[in-house]
């Protein structure tokens, strides 16, 4: 079947720490992959997404490359901010708009 | 444009009452999904609607849950009798097609809370 496991939080850090919240898949078929975030009391908001093997994808300072040999998809950030204290979730969809999520990961950042 | 809008945000009830959440899915969106999240676990899909009907509602997780979407517009999502287990966030999320290309916009949720 497909699932999606990520590193388990909070994940706690100072500003302009670096971040990576670790991300693996089990799939059949060839899986988009996504990272999603939850900024409180807000909705899900796509962060970023690759659609085949060797893609990266990018957004805000956040990037994610899309590994088939270790079926992975890390969330990395050079330099994080307070703001981007949030809940993040990685996913990965086969076909249509059916998305398998992770547990998602608190990200608290400190000033 | 509005995005999508789910209402209530929160909502506290008793067990074996019933609950009805709304949601409001852009305009011209003809994909409506339905997904929750309980107990800081997994989100997971409950089930696909195509203008007013079900594609996909293999997620649905027992005959306590029903989902309407009348008209093709907006949905609801009742549960009768809620139980404890049914606690958590609910989302829904819309799409104007449903290919792989198509981007998904998301509610903020309702956090559903059975005591």
């Known amino acids: 079947g497909n699932s999606v496991t990520q590193m388990e939080g909070p994940v706690t850090l100072s500003e302009e720490a670096f971040l990576t919240i670790n991300c693996t898949y089990t799939?059949?078929?060839?899986?988009?992959l996504f990272w999603y975030v939850q900024y409180p009391g807000e909705g899900l908001q796509l962060l970023l997404k690759?659609?085949?093997?060797?893609d990266k994808g990018s957004n805000k300072g956040f990037e994610a490359t899309y590994r088939k040999e270790t079926t992975s998809f890390h969330l990395e950030k050079g330099s994080v901010q307070v703001s981007d204290s949030a809940v993040y979730f990685c996913?990965?969809?086969?076909?249509?708009?059916?998305?398998?999520f992770g547990a998602g990961t608190i990200l608290r950042v400190k000033s | 444009e509005a995005g999508v809008t789910q209402f209530p945000s929160h909502s506290v009830i008793e067990k074996g009452q019933t609950v009805t959440l709304r949601c409001d899915p852009i305009?011209?969106?003809?994909?409506l999904y339905w997904y929750r999240r309980v107990m800081g676990k997994e989100i997971k899909f409950l089930l696909h609607?195509?203008?007013?009907?079900?594609?996909?509602e293999s997620g649905m997780p027992n005959n306590r849950f029903l989902a309407e979407r009348t008209g093709g517009t907006y949905s609801t999502l009742k549960v009768q009798p809620a139980e404890l287990e049914d606690s958590g966030v609910y989302f829904c999320?819309?799409?104007?097609?449903?290919?792989?290309?198509?981007?998904?916009?998301f509610g903020s949720g309702t956090q559903l809370s059975v005591l």
């Open positions: 999320a819309s799409s104007q097609g449903g290919s792989t290309n198509e981007k998904l916009f």
């Open positions: 799939a059949t078929g060839y899986p988009s």
């Open positions: 690759a659609t085949k093997a060797d």
């Open positions: 996913a990965l969809r086969v076909y249509g708009n059916k998305l398998v």
């Open positions: 305009s011209g969106h003809d994909n």
């Open positions: 609607f195509v203008k007013e009907s079900k594609q996909d």
